[in-house]
């Protein structure tokens, strides 16, 4: 099946939904005031803004803050747009109403080419696939921080619904003062009128409440004061003084702890134990069989009355794990087997064609070289910095948990499942995230500690897991493998480039698991599986990139950048392949390949520029170059290399940025030095390793990180924009790898085609 077969097919099956909704008028994000929590003396005036007593802004914020400074961001949009100081916008968090839902998340889930998707001269196709998936999304209100999605999304929702608080604080104003609202000025969030009237918004609040002026826009950019400048982050002084709240930080009255151990087997059951030694130890209370919750793995929780005292019940408890594979009946999951299948795979399907133009098999035949290559890269764990963790308690029919997640709305399905009540009766408190990555778009912990609490009779319980339990039962970045052909003409000059990858599909495993009414028997053609690969900006005649999505039987998730995060190793090294093979400079040819994308080839130049590509560098270093988009933002970077003591050594990293429209220059930078360090940490060392269905590296000595001394100096430089806003958690990390393996080549003569790299 081919990419646009697949795509109306998707559209007609869906055509007795477009003519409905194409009766209905668009659907506001607006909200109803009563979305927000009722609070003594504060005014809702819409689904996102209440005005505070004192005139402070209180804001429901629906994303999660794991780092990426997204609580600061979106508050600078609600601080610009009513004219009121950064500092005085509250957050709390937003309910479960459908306009919270992350609608650009599911649109940008589309396989679209981004050369045909950009701009305003996009196909009637496209737009139509927009607009459904849109509509959906919209609908469905699924609640995700995730696809470096949030300011996209909330870009415009956030900036109208305080632009129209302002508005009718404005109107309740002249209303009172008997002025026409024109003349009206607002200055850090105090109203005031020529003739001497003044009042801040929390005088006004009530006044304000119910109407909604017509004809209301947000602010034009030459009027922005805050949007652009860099901002000091919100939740950093709380971090520094320690009264910032992470899911491990939750204290409660008679709160009870529980260490967990699960089957080594990934996806295994619950085994029959010997609890009588870990009973008898002290501060221990009881311990619970755990159900595989989520896609995860069973096993048991032990509960007592610190975390000290149940990790040691739980090493004390007895129990004999079955032998993997021995009672499915099926082969263990091993990575060395399921290589060789990806390989098989490779070389017998055809797979799935995500992109085709021109004339690529007549290329083919008539060329006067080919020049094939294999890539792979394997399985990678998430290592966040806060493992798995969620308190619980179930009491009265209720349930209520305080949980570090991506996906709040899914927690509390999970919780409400566990606990047999409906969800209504479930409240979710978000707390700050130590790192998601991806790995809090999961659940299986959630349910888990509900499940312990649902033992301690209504007793608050701390579920936490270890950091070898955090390891080895993942949701797994998939191992893929990626085969290159490339044809080259009689002038020397490429003349086809044929892809095709091998993988898991990620999408369908998890709506599997998290939205199973939403999942259906058949997998869709999953974007993730070759973003990265179909949608190269290089002007290359003749194309064809396809996949086959294959069913390891491995758990796998999201990492952060998602299929990219591979896929740009992959495709940005043969790159650079081609121009060694045809004589010409790394950059230069990609400058010539990308003559109809002048985007990026400014991001690249500007990259090059700063780095000073082409000019002489200190003896035994090197450098190397990539290009790559993805979650709409165009991201280049040089890496300086050098191979110290049999050790690879990136000296120094310069990052360009094409990211639309930028709210915080400072969290762009920062998100490019973390970007750094993770994605170095992946192409230096991650590896998970999969022998009998056990997972092999268990902590960071055998998964190791980057150290402080080890990370490289990063220099960003952000390109001027007025594009729509987009992401930035995540575009850093797909070019880091294959700019460190290009400047390999370039030092060692040698070609790495595998992660990690080698020295």
């Known amino acids: ?54 005139g402070a802004v209180v804001l429901a914020m629906p994303r999660s803050e794991m780092g990426q400074g997204v609580h600061t961001a ?15 916008v509250r957050l709390e968090q937003a309910g479960a109403d459908s306009i919270y839902g992350n609608v650009a998340m599911l649109v940008a889930s589309l396989p679209f080419h981004p050369l045909d ?90 006044a304000a409440a119910g109407s909604t002026p017509p004809n209301i826009a947000p602010k034009t950019r030459e009027d922005w004061k805050l949007i652009g400048q860099s901002a000091a982050r919100s939740d950093i002084p709380a971090k520094v003084t320690g009264q910032a709240q992470f899911g491990m930080d939750v204290r409660l009255p008679g709160l009870l702890f529980a260490a967990v151990r699960m089957n080594p087997v990934l ?22 069989a755990l159900d595989a919750w989520g896609g995860g793995t069973g096993g048991f929780a032990v509960v007592a009355t610190n975390t000290w005292q149940a990790r040691q019940g739980a090493q004390a408890v007895k129990v004999q794990w079955p ?42 035949q008539t060329a006067a070289s ?21 308190t619980a308690r179930v009491k009265d029919g209720k349930v209520e948990v305080w949980v570090p997640t991506q996906v709040p709305q899914m927690a509390r399905a999970m919780a409400a499942k ?32 509900v499940q312990v609490a649902m033992a301690c009779k209504g007793a608050p319980v701390q579920l936490v897991w270890s950091r070898e339990e955090d390891m080895t039962h993942d949701f797994y970045r998939p191992m893929h493998l990626a085969k290159f052909q490339a044809s080259i003409d009689a002038q020397g000059e490429v003349s086809s480039l044929r892809i095709k990858s091998a993988g898991d599909a990620i999408t369908p495993r998890w709506m599997a698991r998290a939205a199973p009414h939403l999942s259906g028997p058949i997998d869709m053609p999953d974007k993730t599986t070759s973003e990265g690969l179909f949608d190269l900006p290089y002007g290359f005649l003749n194309q064809h990139m396809s996949h086959v999505a294959t069913k390891s039987g491995v758990p796998v998730g999201f990492w952060r950048s998602v299929g990219h995060s591979h896929n740009a190793f992959f495709s940005e090294s043969f790159i650079d392949e081609l121009a060694v093979a045809t004589k010409q400079d790394p950059l230069a040819f990609r400058l010539k390949l990308l ?51 049999g050790q690879i050594r990136v000296h120094r990293v310069v990052c360009a940025i094409d990211c639309g429209t930028v709210v915080n220059p400072d969290t762009v930078a920062q998100q490019m030095q973390s970007s750094m360090v993770y994605a170095l940490s992946a192409a230096l060392y991650g590896q998970i390793d999969i022998v009998g269905g056990v997972v092999q590296q268990s902590n960071f000595p055998s998964y190791p990180m980057v150290t402080l001394s080890q990370a490289p100096t990063v220099e960003t430089h952000i390109v001027p924009s007025t594009r729509h806003p987009a992401g930035v958690g995540e575009p850093a990390v797909p070019p880091l790898a294959p700019a460190v393996g290009n400047a390999l080549f370039a030092l060692t003569g040698k070609r790495q085609r595998a992660l990690p790299l080698k020295p």
């Open 74 to 88: 979106l508050a600078m949009l609600v601080a610009e747009e009513l004219d009121v100081p950064l500092n005085r």
């Open 1 to 54: 099946m081919k990419r646009r077969t697949w795509i109306l097919s998707a559209l007609g099956a869906t055509g007795a939904l477009v003519v409905g909704w194409g009766a209905m008028p668009a659907r506001s994000r607006l909200g109803s005031p009563e979305l927000m929590l009722p609070t003594q003396g504060d005014v809702a005036l819409n689904g996102w803004i209440k005005i505070a007593a004192d």
């Open 370 to 390: 080919r020049i094939d290559a294999l890539y792979q890269a394997p399985y990678l764990a998430h290592a966040t910095m806060e493992p798995m963790n969620c």
């Open 267 to 288: 996806g295994g059951a619950a085994a029959p134990m010997d609890t009588q030694a870990a009973l008898a130890l002290p501060g221990v209370s009881q311990v619970v």
């Open 117 to 206: 998707s950009e701009g305003e001269h996009k196909s009637i196709k496209i737009k139509l696939a927009e607009w459904i998936v849109g509509k959906i999304a919209r609908e469905l209100g699924i609640n995700a921080t995730g696809g470096s999605s949030s300011v996209a999304d909330l870009w415009e929702p956030l900036r109208m619904a305080a632009a129209t608080a302002r508005a009718s604080l404005v109107q309740a104003a002249a209303a009172a003062w008997k002025v026409p609202a024109s003349e009206i000025t607002v200055r850090d969030g105090v109203m005031q009128h020529a003739s001497g009237q003044k009042a801040h918004y929390g005088q006004m609040g009530a």
């Open 418 to 449: 566990v606990a047999g009540v409906k969800e209504d009766q479930v409240t979710v408190h978000v707390t700050l995230l130590g790192g998601g990555f991806g790995r809090r778009l999961e659940v299986d912990f959630v349910g888990q500690a």
């Open 323 to 364: 032998t993997p594979g021995a009672s499915s009946g099926h082969q263990a999951l091993d990575t060395t087997r399921i290589q060789a299948d990806l390989l098989k795979a490779l070389n017998t399907e055809s797979g799935f064609t995500f992109h085709e133009q021109g004339l690529p098999l007549k290329a083919e």
């Open 595 to 645: 003559k109809d994308a002048p985007r990026y080839a400014a991001v690249l130049q500007l990259a090059a520029t700063q780095a000073g590509w082409g000019k002489p560098l200190p003896a035994g270093r090197a450098q190397g170059i990539a290009l790559h988009k993805s979650f709409g933002s165009i991201v280049a970077q040089v890496a300086e290399v050098s191979v110290e003591q």
